[in-house]
Structures are given as structure tokens and as C-alpha cells.
């Protein structure tokens, strides 16, 4: 039995039972892990509002068995991030955030870059004019911060030069060179060369700095097409809709 405390970011909240609610964190010393907030939804709980999703909070947790969910004893709200929630494109972009975050790493496995790239992600989105293209630099990073960075400096297969014609395959997870793409038929993402060059010069810039790039038009497009397209292949399922208006009801 042991008492944890840590920086963690509110990946999920989940009613439970009368009460109570389950909650998916991101922390610091512990990576993802989950916890139970007895009490949470009553009026008067200690908790008050602080275990929104995308809250950050100085998180303890007591855990009886380490497999097992943890108790959450006490929570401090760091950065509420209130504006996120006031705005339904923030939201949709934070959401996406979230569950990409969820979807690649794996219980009880810290990474303090995943933590940061989350803590820095979302004090953007708080300033962005772009929600949608900061969503995207960040899920590029965070793939590659995962065990899923893309390959992007060559062909995935042949590993020579992709040239200008090639295509993203999300099932090898990297660029394909037009020769293999047609040898192996995947349902690959078409990607122009500026495309390619924008993901690389992404990757080489550290994060806040990526974040004011710029992309329209058909790279914009093919970057969101290329993205969804790979998270939702190593997710195993779809993140969230881009707006959340669109979604039909
Ligand atoms: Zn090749």
C-alpha cells in the first residue's frame, strides 16, 4: 500500500455508480493510470470541480495493489484550462489530444516527453487561432514520441529516396516510394512533396516552435487525411471528430 503523488493531466472521467467517478490520468512519475474519485459528484465534494477532462492537477493517489485502481485522495488544480471547454472547437481539438494520448501508451509506463508535449499542447490551444493545425503538430509529435514514429526520411520497405511521387502507409507505418507502393497495394495516403517537407521540418523543430508553422490548402488536407488516417490504425479506433458540429446527431 502506498500513497503517490504527481503532476497528472485528466485524460477521461467516467460517472461511476451513485456518486462516484472513474478517471484516466497522464502523470508524470506513473504514465497513464487510473483511479476512482469516491464522493467526486456529490455537491459538496472535496474534489469540486477539479477532475474535469484537461484539467492539470498536483494528483495523490493511494494504491493498495499496483495493478489494481488506485484511490485518488487528494487533487490541486494547477491550470484548469477553463477556456478549452468554452469553445466547441477547442474542445473537439483537446478531446483529439486526449485520446491519442490514451490510445498509444500503455498503463503504468511513464513518459515524462508524452507529459510535457500534453502540458504544452494544451496551454496552446488556449492561444491558437488554428486549433485544428496545432492538433495536428502535436499528434505528430506525440506519434513520434510514442513507439509509433512515423518513418519519414525514406521508403519504409526499400528504404531508398521516396522521390516526389510517394505515398504514407499507415499499416507499415512510414513512406512508401511509387515501386512499392505498387508491389504492396495498401490503402496508402497520397503525399506531395510539400507535404513530406513540412512533417520533416516539423520533426527537427522543438515543439513550441513547430507550433507556428502554417499549412493550407492540399498539404493541409493530406496532413489531416495522413494523420487520422495512422492514429486511427494504431489507436485501433477513431479519436474524436475534427468538429464536433459536423458530427451528425
Ligand atoms: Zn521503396
Redesign the pocket.
Known amino acids: 500500500m502506498a500513497l503517490v503523488t504527481t503532476r497528472a493531466i485528466v485524460l477521461k472521467s467516467i460517472r461511476w455508480g451513485e456518486a462516484d467517478r472513474i478517471l484516466t490520468f497522464f502523470s508524470l512519475r506513473l504514465g497513464k493510470v487510473r483511479g476512482i474519485a469516491r464522493g467526486a459528484r456529490r455537491m459538496k465534494s472535496r474534489f469540486g470541480g477539479m477532475l474535469e477532462p484537461f484539467s492539470s492537477v498536483n494528483l495523490t493517489l493511494f494504491e493498495k495493489r499496483r495493478d489494481g485502481l488506485a484511490s485518488v485522495s487528494h487533487a490541486d488544480i494547477l491550470e484548469p484550462f477553463f477556456a478549452v471547454r468554452e469553445c466547441l472547437d477547442r474542445i473537439s481539438a483537446a478531446s483529439r489530444m486526449v485520446a491519442l494520448v490514451e490510445g498509444v501508451t500503455a498503463d503504468r509506463d511513464p513518459g515524462p516527453p508524452i507529459f510535457h508535449v500534453l502540458l504544452d499542447g494544451l496551454r496552446s490551444l488556449v492561444r491558437t487561432d488554428d486549433p485544428g493545425l496545432l492538433t495536428l503538430i502535436f499528434q505528430m509529435r506525440v506519434l513520434g514520441q510514442s513507439g509509433f514514429r512515423p518513418q519519414l526520411d525514406?521508403?519504409?520497405?526499400?528504404?531508398?529516396d521516396?522521390g516526389r511521387t510517394c505515398m504514407f502507409s499507415p499499416a507499415a507505418g512510414g513512406l512508401?516510394?511509387?515501386?512499392?507502393?505498387r508491389?504492396c497495394r495498401d490503402d496508402g495516403v497520397p503525399m506531395s512533396p510539400g507535404s513530406v517537407a513540412f512533417l520533416r521540418r516539423a520533426r527537427r523543430m522543438p515543439f513550441a516552435v513547430s507550433m507556428r508553422l502554417k499549412a493550407a490548402g492540399r498539404v493541409r488536407h493530406e496532413l489531416e487525411e495522413m494523420i487520422d488516417t495512422y492514429a486511427r490504425t494504431v489507436v485501433g479506433k477513431r479519436l474524436p471528430e475534427r468538429n464536433l458540429l459536423a458530427v451528425e446527431p
Open positions: 525514406h521508403c519504409v520497405t526499400c528504404e531508398r521516396v512508401l516510394c511509387a515501386a512499392c507502393d508491389r
